[in-house]
T-cell receptor, first 115, second 111 residues
């Protein structure tokens, strides 16, 4: 079952611009995570935000979470050509916080950063 | 790709044949997962295991089987009952910090 839905499906920007990607979900969550996937490779974890947090930063990444709207956004500032990849949001709705997670992934956003 | 390895990178299956995809991790993680990725479909969970000798079906378990005899290993068998096996298969593991670490993937093609 698909929980997270990302928006837009594809995004093309110029190097140096900011990229904003959105994710909406349907059920209550323990946390929401963003992953990146380069073509033909495995996923790499970028950032995790818990249900009681509203914003987190990691380097050029900024994630926000609005549990009332069941939505999250990922902002990549000062984008680089190397940021070209697919980005996925994943939600953890594990009953017990701290238990090993079972994630539900969205379909992903394809980001292209033009040099 | 961290401490998770998947092999082979490409796998070809003949009709009616069972094939096994390997997944090994040296991260000492309790939980391991198998996902299937089709174009435009994102990742769908096939099976997961939270501890040795125990595993649970995910959203699309039909036509697949797994075993978890060792903490480090979680092989996936694609059986002949899986009529549309062509996909990119990803293995992942996690600990109680909830982040999942992924292997490089195996691409399965049908001859």
């Amino acid at each position: 079952s698909q929980q997270g839905e990302e928006d837009p499906q594809a995004l093309s920007i110029q190097e140096g611009e900011n990229a904003t990607m959105n994710c909406s979900y349907k059920t209550s969550i323990n946390n929401l995570q963003w992953y990146r996937q380069n073509s033909g490779r495995g996923l790499v974890h970028l950032i995790l935000i818990r249900s009681n947090e509203r914003e987190k930063h990691s380097g050029r990444l900024r994630v926000t979470l609005d549990t009332s709207k069941k939505s999250s956004s990922l902002l990549i500032t000062a984008s680089r050509a190397a940021d070209t990849a697919s980005y996925f949001c994943a939600t953890d709705s594990s009953i017990f916080t701290g238990a090993n997670s079972k994630l539900t992934f969205g379909k992903g956003i394809t980001l292209s950063v033009r040099p | 790709d961290g401490g998770i390895t998947q092999s082979p990178k490409y796998l070809f299956r003949k009709e009616g044949q069972n094939v096994t995809l390997s997944c090994e991790q040296n991260l000492n993680h309790d939980a391991m997962y198998w996902y299937r990725q089709d174009p435009g479909q994102g990742l769908r969970l096939i099976y997961y295991s939270q501890i040795v000798n125990d595993f649970q079906k995910g959203d699309i378990a039909e036509g697949y089987s797994v075993s978890r005899e060792k903490k480090e290993s979680f092989p996936l068998t694609v059986t002949s009952a899986q009529k549309n096996p062509t996909a990119f298969y990803l293995c992942a593991s996690s600990n109680r910090l909830e982040t999942q670490y992924f292997g490089p993937g195996t691409r399965l093609l049908v001859l």
